[in-house]
T-cell receptor
Framework: DVKVTQSSRYLVKRTGEKVFLECVQD?????MFWYRQDPGLGLRLIYF???????EKGDIPEGYSVSREKKERFSLILESASTNQTSMYLC???????????FGDGTRLSIL | EDKVVQSPLSLVVHEGDTVTLNCSYE??????LLWYKQEKKAPTFLFML????IEKKSGRLSSILDKKELFSILNITATQTGDSAVYLC???????????FGKGITLSVRP
């Protein structure tokens, strides 16, 4: 079974802080993704990556950056957290573009 | 802009009922449609559909795709309280791995 692990289930940070969300997958998948999920808006893609050191902007990249130094790890960075970034963040991975994405359990992030 | 619309947004049924969840899409360069179930945590994969008219089935759940009319349905027969969840529909488009999601359908199954 594919395992996608997100480092924290719940996180509380302050406005202006730099925030790191970590995601690790154990299936040697090429593709990794970061989404945020908000009530009434569904899942929206922030960034994705096809390979190590590669990144592509999704639909809502503003205020975020990512890092993929190793194939199994994909980090989402909030450069200067703001209250409108309070959300559920979901990481996913897939082996290729014809296969389903597999999701982690999510990190519920609150910015105060 | 790619769009995936699910309906209804929520519904409440009683155990034993049969439900049909709808997903329509307007996208460029359609490749496949996926259904996920999300309870408290990670969305879990249910079905991936690429061809019209071929039903996929897993226990009490089944799904079919109509590429001419641009929609899919997810059927759940003999519903149980454990079917209570948000059901997500998503579409793969283009040459990359980008998934566009609908807003989800919240299903509540009452005993």
């Amino acid at each position: 079974d594919v395992k996608v692990t997100q480092s924290s289930r719940y996180l509380v940070k302050r406005t202006g802080e730099k925030v790191f969300l970590e995601c690790v997958q154990d299936m040697d998948h090429e593709n990794m993704f970061w989404y945020r999920q908000d009530p009434g808006l569904g899942l929206r893609l922030i960034y994705f990556s096809y390979d190590v050191k590669m990144k592509e902007k999704g639909d809502i990249p503003e205020g975020y950056s990512v890092s993929r130094e190793k194939k199994e790890r994909f980090s989402l960075i909030l450069e200067s957290a703001s209250t409108n970034q309070t959300s559920m963040y979901l990481c996913a991975s897939s082996s290729d573009s014809n296969q389903p994405q597999h999701f982690g359990d999510g990190t519920r992030l609150s910015i105060l | 802009e790619d769009k995936v619309v699910q309906s209804p947004l929520s519904l409440v049924v009683h155990e034993g009922d049969t439900v049909t969840l709808n997903c329509s899409y307007e996208v460029t360069n359609f490749r496949s449609l996926l259904w996920y179930k999300q309870e408290k945590k990670a969305p879990t994969f249910l079905f991936m559909l690429t061809s019209s008219g071929i039903e996929k089935k897993s226990g009490r759940l089944s799904s079919i795709l109509d590429k001419k009319e641009l929609f899919s349905i997810l059927n759940i027969t003999a519903t149980q309280t454990g079917d209570s969840a948000v059901y997500l529909c998503a579409v793969y488009t283009g040459a990359n791995s980008k998934l566009t999601f609908g807003k989800g359908i919240t299903l509540s199954v009452r005993p």
